[in-house]
């Protein structure tokens, strides 16, 4: 039931620590944590010199320059687009946590100029989706099922492996069109 | 083959702006507006020398949006294969010439919050249409321009004018003035965009520094036409064409390929753009690549060459075309 195939399904390939970066940029969130512990083991603690680590949820078991907590993703999209706008070139962006929080620590990311290939991605924790009707336009985080109702117009809607990076969001199509109401039951494909 | 739509032009002034350096401007003889390029791009100009058809490869200097002429800047190069010889030797007012349309390899990249462009001698030019570009645009960019001395240095002083003293930064080798790249680079807000064009040496050394301080390879960007080097004679075997053609010393294999009337495609005839990627079938030698196009696994396999400026050392090469 989901269209699966293509192109614009990102790819997360790895937090990889760019060895030549005079300063380190993290936006981890929940589980994102441990793909830094992971680079420390293979990378020592020699770049956290040098790191700037904002979190949401709790803040990894490593000492860095600057480490700094948010309560929820919002507060910290605040706190990242004010790092984003004072940095420098030779500053990396790296981003871990579910696929919504990627999607928008890099949509700010996008709107600061950044080229979203130099920014270095890790998933970690649920595959929930944030998801876009494409009727009404309203954006719902953490869609766990497919078919799934929109939180906005109530449509019944197929979640689509389409994404849109300037939305930050998987396109939901609706389902039952032709015959309204006779949507298939919600099946948990994003755990 | 070429995708190119070519257009005949004659030459309706020339300036010599430099000691070395002289600028054509190219008006279309059908009297039809030329296209729009942008900022960055080239045109391949074909010469009828003789017996010898000449292309090369010249960037566009003129405003992108000006459709009643082209311009371009030539330097004389002393250890010239006779293209840079012949426009400033033999072209004259009045004369004809064919252009390709404008082709872009090295585009200035929008979404950039600054673009720092750095240029060494002749590598001016693409800069010129680009920062016109970049003034209708409204795009934030300085210009770091290294000249031999300031009568060699084409330009500097009408860019100086133009854009002021606080985005045009002159640095003059008889002066001992030197390009402060490292200063320049390591100063630069996030999102900024980097674009060199000169001397190979310098291109290389500028990408060496950028990516030593952490500029990601998405925001560096340089472009250097190669001129196909001189070598040993050797022959080509056309598996398709079912020909076999003999590449003289200061020719290129696709110069020989097209005087034997095989249209091989091409775009930039500099080792750049990787238009011309072909494949080899066997060698009788050593590949000798030339070009920045293809990856170094690809010049181990043997398996490819850019046709355009790579040779081969020794006897043969049989290619697919």
């Not at chain 1, 998933?123 to 799934?148: E, F, M, N, W």
């Not at chain 2, 070429?2 to 004659?10: I, K, L, P, Q």
């Not at chain 2, 003789?50 to 003129?62: E, K």
Request: aromatic content about 6%.
């Amino acid at each position: 039931m989901l269209v699966q195939g293509i192109k614009s399904r990102p790819v997360y390939t790895g937090l990889e620590i760019d060895v030549n970066a005079r300063r380190h940029l993290f936006a981890l969130e929940g589980e994102g944590i441990e793909a830094l512990h992971e680079q420390v083991k293979t990378h020592g603690v020699e770049f956290l010199k040098t790191a700037d680590i904002l979190c949401v949820g709790s803040l990894p078991k490593v000492t860095a320059e600057y480490m700094w907590q948010a309560p929820t993703i919002p507060v910290l999209l605040n706190r990242l687009r004010i790092n984003l706008i004072n940095a420098k070139m030779g500053t990396r962006l790296y981003l871990s946590g579910t696929e919504g929080f990627i999607g928008q620590t890099m949509k700010l990311a996008l709107d600061q100029s950044i080229d979203f290939n130099s920014i270095r991605t890790e998933h970690r924790g649920s595959l929930a989706r944030r998801v876009q009707c494409v009727h009404c336009k309203g954006i719902t985080d953490d869609v766990k099922t497919s078919p799934y109702k929109c939180t906005h117009c109530g449509l019944n809607l197929l979640v689509r492996d389409h994404y849109s990076r300037r939305l930050a969001a998987f396109q939901g199509v609706c389902i039952d069109a032709e015959q309204p109401g006779n949507a298939p039951p919600p099946v948990e494909m994003f755990p | 083959m070429s995708v190119n739509t070519e257009m005949a032009v004659h030459v309706a002034k020339i300036t010599q702006v430099a000691e070395k350096v002289k600028r054509f401007r190219f008006e279309r003889i059908d009297g039809r507006p030329l296209p729009v390029f942008s900022g960055g791009a080239h045109v391949v100009v074909a010469m009828r020398d003789g017996d010898l058809l000449r292309r090369n490869p010249y960037s566009l200097m003129s405003s992108p949006y000006d459709q009643s002429a082209y311009e371009i800047s030539v330097l004389r190069v002393e250890q010239s294969r006779g293209g840079s010889a012949f426009m400033h030797e033999h072209v004259k007012l009045g004369d004809t010439l064919i252009v390709s349309q404008p082709i872009n390899l090295f585009p200035y990249d929008v979404r950039g919050r600054k673009h720092v462009l750095m240029a060494g001698g002749i590598g001016i030019t693409p800069f010129m249409a680009m920062m016109d570009q970049m003034t209708n645009e409204g795009s934030n960019f300085e210009l770091h321009y290294a000249v031999r001395d300031r009568s060699h240095g084409a330009y500097w002083r009408e860019l100086t004018e133009r854009y002021g003293a606080h985005r045009i930064k002159i640095y003059c080798d008889v002066e001992k003035l030197f390009i402060p790249t490292d200063a320049i680079l390591a100063n630069q807000a996030l999102g900024t965009h980097l674009y060199v064009c000169g001397p190979s040496g310098m291109i290389d050394g500028v990408l060496g520094k950028a990516t030593a301080l952490g500029w990601p390879k998405q925001n560096l960007h340089s472009e250097r036409f190669l001129a196909p080097p001189p070598g040993n004679v050797f022959e080509v075997n056309l598996n398709r064409s079912n020909k076999s053609i003999v590449v003289g010393t200061h020719q290129s294999i696709l110069e020989a390929v097209e005087a034997a009337g095989v249209d091989a495609p091409y775009l930039c005839r500099g080792g750049a753009c990787g238009q011309c990627e072909t494949s080899v079938l066997g060698c009788d030698g050593v590949i000798e690549h030339h070009d920045i196009f293809l990856e170094p696994e690809d010049k181990t396999s043997g398996k490819k060459i850019m046709i355009c400026v790579s040779r081969v050392k020794g006897q043969a090469i049989t290619l697919d075309l």
